[in-house]
C-alpha cells in the first residue's frame, strides 16, 4: 500500500485549492448571461460598451491569466475602462485579477498580489461598496494564509467578519468563520478550529449552499482527526465526500478519500484503508 499524505499536506493543498475557489466563483458572478468561452468573450468586448463591455475584459483577462501579453492586454483595457465609467465592480474585479495573476506558478509573487490588494482595499474604502471591501478583506487575508503569515490573515478575516456580520450577509460570515478556522487549525489550536468551523455550519445552514456545507464539514472532520475523535472525524469526512461525488468534485473526493485512509490507518483498520484507495 502507497504512503499516505500526512495531514498538514492535505491542509496545505486546500488552502491552495480555496484559492481558485474564490475567485473562479467571484469571476463567474460578474455577468452570468454572458458566454464565458474566448471567442465569446472577445465577441461581447467589440460590440458592446459600458459595464457588460468591463465584465468582459475581466472573464477574458481571467481566462487568459496562463499568455502574459494577453493578460495584461484586456487586464488593462478593463481597468481603464472601469475607471473612465466610475464603475466600482469592474474596478474591484479588475484588480483583484491582478492578484490572482501573482498567485499563478509562473507568475508567483505574493507581495505583488499584495500590492494589487492594497490598491483594491484604498478604493473599496473610498465608496459605499463595503460589502466588495468585505470580500477584499477575505481574499487578501487568504494571501497572508499562503504566505503563512497568520496573524495578519486573521486581522483581515475578522474585519470582514464584521463587515458581514452588519450586513447580515449569513454565506459570507459562514466563509469567514471557515477560514478563520483553518487559520486556527494551521496555529495547532485544534479547539478554537472547531468552535469556528461550529459557527460557520450554524451560518451556513441557512443559505442553501451544499458545497460550502461539504467543505465545512470536511475541514471539521480534519481538525476531529488532529483530536483523535475518530468517529466523528468519519461522519464529517463522509458527509463532505457524499456531496462531492454527487458534484463530481474529483480533487475534494480525492482528498476525502485521502484524509478517510488517514484515519482507518491510525485506527488500524487496515482493510478499510485499503478501499479508500
Known amino acids: 500500500m502507497r504512503t499516505l499524505a500526512k495531514p498538514e499536506s492535505i491542509i496545505t493543498f486546500r488552502i491552495i485549492f480555496l484559492i481558485n475557489l474564490i475567485f473562479s466563483s467571484a469571476i463567474l458572478s ?53 475607471r473612465k465609467l466610475k464603475y466600482p465592480k469592474g474596478i ?27 490598491l483594491e482595499i484604498n478604493y473599496l474604502e473610498s465608496t459605499p461598496e463595503i460589502e466588495m471591501l468585505g470580500d477584499a478583506y477575505i481574499f487578501r487575508g487568504r494571501t497572508f494564509m499562503i504566505k503563512r503569515e497568520k496573524d ?24 469567514v468563520y471557515d477560514m478563520m478556522g483553518l487559520m486556527y487549525y494551521l ?33 471539521m472532520g480534519l481538525t476531529k482527526f488532529h ?21 463530481r468534485s474529483t480533487a475534494n473526493t480525492w482528498n476525502s478519500y485521502e484524509l478517510l485512509g488517514n484515519i482507518y490507518l491510525t485506527l488500524e483498520n487496515h482493510e478499510a484503508a485499503l478501499r479508500m484507495h
Open 152 to 175: 495578519s490573515a486573521m486581522n483581515y478575516y475578522r474585519e470582514a467578519l464584521k463587515l458581514f456580520s452588519a450586513f447580515d450577509n449569513q454565506a459570507k460570515v459562514a466563509q
Open 227 to 247: 483530536l483523535a475523535k475518530h468517529k466523528a472525524a468519519l461522519n464529517h469526512i463522509y458527509e463532505a465526500l457524499a456531496y462531492y461525488e454527487k458534484a
Open 92 to 118: 474591484s474585479e479588475a484588480y483583484r485579477n491582478y492578484q490572482w495573476f501573482y498567485q499563478y506558478p509562473r507568475t508567483y509573487k505574493l507581495d505583488s498580489s499584495l500590492y494589487y490588494s492594497t
Open 30 to 82: 460578474l455577468n452570468a448571461g454572458i458566454d464565458n468561452t474566448k471567442d465569446s468573450l472577445k465577441y461581447v468586448v467589440q460590440n458592446n460598451t459600458g459595464k457588460i463591455k468591463v465584465d468582459a475584459l475581466n472573464q477574458l483577462a481571467h481566462r487568459l491569466t496562463r499568455d502574459q501579453k494577453e493578460f495584461h492586454y484586456y487586464a488593462n483595457r478593463a481597468i481603464k475602462l472601469a
Open 187 to 219: 496555529k495547532n489550536n485544534y479547539h478554537a478550529a472547531v468552535n469556528c468551523f461550529d459557527s460557520a455550519q450554524k451560518y451556513v445552514k441557512h443559505t442553501g449552499s451544499e458545497e460550502r456545507k461539504a467543505n465545512i464539514s470536511y475541514h
